[in-house]
Protein backbone atom coordinates (compact mmCIF):
# COMPACT_ATOMS: atom_id res chain seq x y z
CA UNK A 1 0.00 0.00 0.00
CA UNK A 2 1.11 3.42 -1.16
CA UNK A 3 1.43 5.98 2.35
CA UNK A 4 3.88 8.34 4.11
CA UNK A 5 4.34 7.51 7.46
CA UNK A 6 5.03 9.45 10.12
CA UNK A 7 6.26 8.88 13.89
CA UNK A 8 5.21 9.83 16.59
CA UNK A 9 1.56 10.47 15.97
CA UNK A 10 1.52 12.36 19.48
CA UNK A 11 4.65 13.87 21.37
CA UNK A 12 4.91 16.02 24.19
CA UNK A 13 8.23 17.52 25.06
CA UNK A 14 9.96 20.42 27.34
CA UNK A 15 11.64 23.50 26.18
CA UNK A 16 14.74 22.90 24.76
CA UNK A 17 14.95 18.83 24.55
CA UNK A 18 16.00 18.09 21.35
CA UNK A 19 13.56 15.71 19.36
CA UNK A 20 12.98 14.05 15.87
CA UNK A 21 9.85 13.49 14.08
CA UNK A 22 10.43 10.69 11.05
CA UNK A 23 8.78 10.72 7.84
CA UNK A 24 9.20 7.55 5.22
CA UNK A 25 7.59 7.31 2.00
CA UNK A 26 7.21 3.45 0.22
CA UNK A 27 6.22 5.16 -3.48
CA UNK A 28 9.87 6.16 -4.56
CA UNK A 29 9.00 9.64 -4.97
CA UNK A 30 11.53 12.13 -5.25
CA UNK A 31 9.87 15.42 -3.41
CA UNK A 32 8.91 15.32 -0.05
CA UNK A 33 8.18 18.13 2.06
CA UNK A 34 7.40 18.82 6.08
CA UNK A 35 4.28 21.45 7.13
CA UNK A 36 2.92 22.65 10.22
CA UNK A 37 -1.29 23.35 10.24
CA UNK A 38 -1.88 25.99 13.23
CA UNK A 39 -5.68 27.56 13.50
CA UNK A 40 -6.01 30.46 11.65
CA UNK A 41 -3.10 30.24 9.80
CA UNK A 42 -3.34 27.02 7.84
CA UNK A 43 -0.80 24.86 6.38
CA UNK A 44 2.76 26.24 5.82
CA UNK A 45 6.12 24.59 4.43
CA UNK A 46 8.71 24.22 6.77
CA UNK A 47 11.29 22.66 4.51
CA UNK A 48 10.80 20.33 1.36
CA UNK A 49 13.84 18.40 -0.34
CA UNK A 50 14.05 17.62 -4.44
CA UNK A 51 16.21 14.66 -3.63
CA UNK A 52 18.85 13.04 -1.89
CA UNK A 53 20.60 15.36 -0.05
CA UNK A 54 18.79 18.42 -1.90
CA UNK A 55 16.82 20.14 0.73
CA UNK A 56 15.75 24.12 1.16
CA UNK A 57 13.62 26.22 3.04
CA UNK A 58 10.02 26.51 2.81
CA UNK A 59 8.13 29.61 4.42
CA UNK A 60 8.89 29.05 7.95
CA UNK A 61 12.04 26.86 8.61
CA UNK A 62 13.25 28.89 11.66
CA UNK A 63 14.10 26.75 14.49
CA UNK A 64 13.83 23.06 11.81
CA UNK A 65 16.19 21.25 10.56
CA UNK A 66 15.90 18.15 7.90
CA UNK A 67 18.17 15.62 6.25
CA UNK A 68 17.49 13.58 3.15
CA UNK A 69 20.41 10.95 3.19
CA UNK A 70 17.74 7.84 1.97
CA UNK A 71 14.99 8.64 -1.02
CA UNK A 72 12.47 7.48 1.58
CA UNK A 73 13.23 9.18 4.98
CA UNK A 74 13.05 13.13 5.41
CA UNK A 75 13.05 13.42 9.07
CA UNK A 76 12.47 16.67 10.87
CA UNK A 77 14.61 17.51 13.65
CA UNK A 78 13.69 20.51 16.50
CA UNK A 79 17.44 21.07 17.81
CA UNK A 80 15.58 23.06 20.77
CA UNK A 81 11.94 22.91 20.34
CA UNK A 82 10.11 26.13 21.97
CA UNK A 83 6.19 26.55 22.87
CA UNK A 84 5.88 28.24 19.43
CA UNK A 85 6.19 25.07 17.79
CA UNK A 86 3.16 23.13 19.31
CA UNK A 87 1.52 22.83 16.04
CA UNK A 88 0.27 19.84 14.11
CA UNK A 89 3.00 18.20 11.90
CA UNK A 90 2.73 16.71 8.16
CA UNK A 91 5.14 14.91 5.85
CA UNK A 92 4.33 14.55 2.33
CA UNK A 93 5.44 13.22 -0.99
CA UNK A 94 5.19 13.40 -4.54
CA UNK A 95 6.56 12.54 -8.10
CA UNK A 96 7.59 15.94 -8.67
CA UNK A 97 7.64 19.38 -7.46
CA UNK A 98 6.06 21.02 -9.70
CA UNK A 99 2.40 21.45 -11.13
CA UNK A 100 0.54 18.56 -11.80
CA UNK A 101 0.99 15.77 -9.48
CA UNK A 102 -1.10 15.01 -6.14
CA UNK A 103 0.70 14.79 -2.67
CA UNK A 104 0.29 11.87 -0.60
CA UNK A 105 0.70 12.90 3.37
CA UNK A 106 1.50 11.48 6.36
CA UNK A 107 -1.57 11.12 9.32
CA UNK A 108 0.46 13.92 11.00
CA UNK A 109 2.07 14.54 14.48
CA UNK A 110 0.23 16.33 17.58
CA UNK A 111 3.63 18.18 19.04
CA UNK A 112 2.91 20.13 22.14
CA UNK A 113 6.16 21.61 23.82
CA UNK A 114 5.46 22.82 27.25
CA UNK B 1 0.69 32.82 2.36
CA UNK B 2 -2.04 31.63 2.10
CA UNK B 3 -3.06 31.18 -1.54
CA UNK B 4 -6.72 32.30 -1.01
CA UNK B 5 -10.22 32.25 0.80
CA UNK B 6 -12.79 28.92 0.99
CA UNK B 7 -16.13 29.76 1.24
CA UNK B 8 -18.63 29.36 3.25
CA UNK B 9 -15.58 28.29 6.16
CA UNK B 10 -18.22 26.55 7.86
CA UNK B 11 -21.46 23.54 6.18
CA UNK B 12 -23.81 21.86 7.89
CA UNK B 13 -26.41 19.94 6.22
CA UNK B 14 -28.55 16.78 6.01
CA UNK B 15 -27.30 13.44 4.67
CA UNK B 16 -28.42 13.22 1.01
CA UNK B 17 -27.89 16.62 0.55
CA UNK B 18 -25.47 18.55 -1.81
CA UNK B 19 -22.68 19.98 -0.52
CA UNK B 20 -20.88 23.25 -2.46
CA UNK B 21 -17.96 25.04 -0.97
CA UNK B 22 -16.01 27.12 -2.96
CA UNK B 23 -12.11 28.35 -3.29
CA UNK B 24 -10.83 31.31 -4.51
CA UNK B 25 -6.72 32.47 -5.27
CA UNK B 26 -4.37 35.15 -6.44
CA UNK B 27 -2.01 33.95 -9.13
CA UNK B 28 -2.17 32.11 -12.11
CA UNK B 29 -2.06 28.64 -11.96
CA UNK B 30 -1.38 25.46 -14.14
CA UNK B 31 -3.93 23.57 -11.93
CA UNK B 32 -6.10 23.41 -8.92
CA UNK B 33 -6.19 20.39 -6.39
CA UNK B 34 -9.15 19.55 -3.48
CA UNK B 35 -8.16 17.65 -0.37
CA UNK B 36 -10.18 16.37 2.23
CA UNK B 37 -8.96 16.16 6.40
CA UNK B 38 -10.66 14.26 8.64
CA UNK B 39 -10.49 15.77 12.26
CA UNK B 40 -6.91 15.86 13.08
CA UNK B 41 -5.66 13.48 10.63
CA UNK B 42 -3.46 13.84 7.28
CA UNK B 43 -4.96 15.20 4.34
CA UNK B 44 -6.30 13.00 1.25
CA UNK B 45 -6.29 14.30 -2.34
CA UNK B 46 -9.40 14.35 -3.68
CA UNK B 47 -9.36 15.61 -7.57
CA UNK B 48 -6.88 18.01 -9.61
CA UNK B 49 -8.63 19.79 -12.75
CA UNK B 50 -6.06 21.34 -14.93
CA UNK B 51 -6.31 25.25 -15.78
CA UNK B 52 -7.42 24.41 -19.23
CA UNK B 53 -10.26 21.97 -18.39
CA UNK B 54 -13.68 23.61 -16.81
CA UNK B 55 -15.21 20.63 -15.12
CA UNK B 56 -14.16 17.52 -13.44
CA UNK B 57 -16.13 14.56 -11.98
CA UNK B 58 -15.06 11.93 -9.53
CA UNK B 59 -17.81 9.92 -8.63
CA UNK B 60 -19.98 12.32 -6.23
CA UNK B 61 -17.76 14.92 -6.82
CA UNK B 62 -17.71 18.13 -9.36
CA UNK B 63 -15.06 20.05 -9.49
CA UNK B 64 -15.51 23.58 -11.47
CA UNK B 65 -13.01 26.08 -12.34
CA UNK B 66 -12.97 29.57 -13.60
CA UNK B 67 -10.10 30.78 -14.44
CA UNK B 68 -11.08 34.53 -15.44
CA UNK B 69 -12.43 34.76 -11.67
CA UNK B 70 -9.69 32.60 -10.31
CA UNK B 71 -12.33 30.29 -8.39
CA UNK B 72 -13.19 27.00 -8.63
CA UNK B 73 -15.70 25.02 -6.60
CA UNK B 74 -16.07 21.61 -5.50
CA UNK B 75 -20.05 19.86 -5.11
CA UNK B 76 -20.45 16.47 -3.24
CA UNK B 77 -23.55 14.91 -3.98
CA UNK B 78 -25.83 12.86 -2.06
CA UNK B 79 -24.04 13.53 1.01
CA UNK B 80 -23.04 11.01 3.66
CA UNK B 81 -22.42 11.57 7.53
CA UNK B 82 -18.63 9.72 6.42
CA UNK B 83 -17.94 12.79 4.37
CA UNK B 84 -17.88 14.71 7.62
CA UNK B 85 -14.31 16.36 6.97
CA UNK B 86 -12.60 20.06 6.34
CA UNK B 87 -11.91 20.57 2.48
CA UNK B 88 -9.11 22.37 1.37
CA UNK B 89 -8.12 23.82 -2.29
CA UNK B 90 -4.68 23.84 -2.73
CA UNK B 91 -2.29 25.47 -5.89
CA UNK B 92 1.53 24.96 -6.61
CA UNK B 93 3.40 27.44 -5.10
CA UNK B 94 6.64 28.37 -6.99
CA UNK B 95 8.07 26.24 -9.32
CA UNK B 96 9.58 22.33 -8.51
CA UNK B 97 9.07 23.18 -4.87
CA UNK B 98 6.65 20.65 -4.45
CA UNK B 99 4.81 23.58 -2.13
CA UNK B 100 1.24 23.31 -2.04
CA UNK B 101 -0.32 26.82 -1.07
CA UNK B 102 -4.02 25.81 0.84
CA UNK B 103 -7.08 27.47 1.65
CA UNK B 104 -8.44 27.77 4.97
CA UNK B 105 -10.71 25.32 4.14
CA UNK B 106 -14.18 24.34 4.45
CA UNK B 107 -15.60 22.12 7.11
CA UNK B 108 -18.18 20.13 6.36
CA UNK B 109 -20.60 18.42 8.62
CA UNK B 110 -23.03 15.69 7.44
CA UNK B 111 -25.84 14.99 9.79
CA UNK B 112 -27.19 11.52 10.13
Known amino acids: EAQVTQNPRYLITVTGKKLTVTCSQNMNHEYMSWYRQDPGLGLRQIYY???????DKGDVPEGYKVSRKEKRNFPLILESPSPNQTSLYFC?????????????FGQGTRLTVV | SQQGEEDPQALSIQEGENATMNCSYKTSINNLQWYRQNSGRGLVHLILIRSNEREKHSGRLRVTLDTSKKSSSLLITASRAADTASYFC????????????FGQGTTLQVKP
Open chain 1, 92 to 104: ASSWTGGSGTEAF
Open chain 1, 49 to 55: SMNVEVT
Open chain 2, 90 to 101: ATVGGSNTGKLI
